[in-house]
């Protein structure tokens, strides 16, 4: 029935390495945020650690996505993100919200690969262009962040989804939903788009996302090997087009969400471990057929 409505769910098959590891990982990870919270701040906060669980699995999801060929690219994602969180414990146990933003804003780049990118081989039903062009608004009402931006990636997606598919009305409605979206997530964050952070903290963002991305699409130029969940080949086409409209997400918040420099150190994972792998590809080739 699910399965009727959209084309963007995936379950967890445990017959896969893959999988199993980031559960034990996600579950590592929370039990010792609990009890690291617990011992030096004396206040866990359960939601906030749950977020922080959730927001690791989004960076294995995202790094499955984006590099299908190389499941230790979404291993190495998630593991860095984790890690990321662990230095800096204090600030999200002070303010547990960010975890949330972390995992609504990393969630979201994985919906927008998986919809672009097709992985999942169903095509895109009409509920997925309402929740996706949605997202942003949602996410902002959700946060209280500023995640307008996002509106422009998504609306590009949803576009280049519908066009490959010969479907230029759901083309039209994507990007007139996505367009509303994103201006009323603006106005909820108004005056200004509550732009943050000092410049050297942008700059130094924005450059590691321009270096990570650019090896990224120089380095995975090569056809995906792996078929989609329903057993057709993936198109290289919509991978790539997934990656770069997933970056371009990453360089619009840089400028826009005043917590992306605490994001952006979980994203420096994702970015560094896609390369990393695909880097590897001329050695080893892939290493497991890609499986959610």
């Not at 009727?4 to 769910?9: F, G, I, K, V």
């Not at 509303?180 to 996302?209: C, D, I, K, M, Q």
């Not at 650019?214 to 993936?234: E, I, R, Y």
Request: hydrophobic share 60%.
């Amino acid at each position: 029935m699910i399965r009727r409505l959209t084309s963007l769910d995936r379950g967890l098959d445990w017959a896969y390495p893959s999988n199993r590891f980031v559960v034990g990982l996600c579950l590592a990870f929370a039990v010792a945020a609990f009890v690291l919270q617990n011992v030096w701040l004396g206040q866990p906060v359960l939601w906030g650690v749950l977020a922080g669980a959730g927001w690791v699995f989004a960076a294995w999801a995202l790094g499955r996505e984006l590099d299908p060929d190389h499941p230790e690219t979404a291993a190495r994602a998630g593991v860095a993100l984790a890690l990321s969180q662990g230095l800096l414990l204090p600030l999200l146990s002070a303010q547990p919200r960010l975890a949330l933003a972390g995992l609504l804003v990393t969630g979201v780049l994985v919906v927008l690969a998986r919809l672009l990118g097709r992985t999942t081989g169903r095509p895109t039903t009409w509920l997925d262009v309402a929740a996706v062009a949605s997202s942003p608004l949602l996410a902002t009402w959700l946060t209280g962040r500023p995640l307008w931006a996002l509106a422009l990636p998504l609306a590009l997606a949803l576009v280049a989804d519908a066009n490959r598919d010969g479907a230029p009305r759901r083309a039209w409605a994507g990007l007139a939903l996505a367009a509303a979206a994103g201006v009323a997530a603006l106005l909820w964050v108004h005056p200004a788009g509550r732009v943050a952070s000092e410049p050297w903290v942008l700059w130094f963002a924005a450059a590691t996302v321009l270096l990570g991305w650019a090896a990224l699409l120089v380095w995975m130029w090569q056809k995906p090997l792996s078929k989609a969940d329903n057993g057709l080949p993936l198109e290289y086409e919509r991978l790539l087009g997934a990656r770069a409209l997933v970056a371009l997400a990453t360089l619009l918040l840089v400028w826009t969400a005043g917590f992306l420099p605490l994001l952006a150190l979980g994203w420096v994972g994702v970015f560094g471990a896609v390369a990393a792998a695909t880097a590897q590809y001329w050695v080893s080739g892939p290493s497991e057929t890609h499986k959610p």
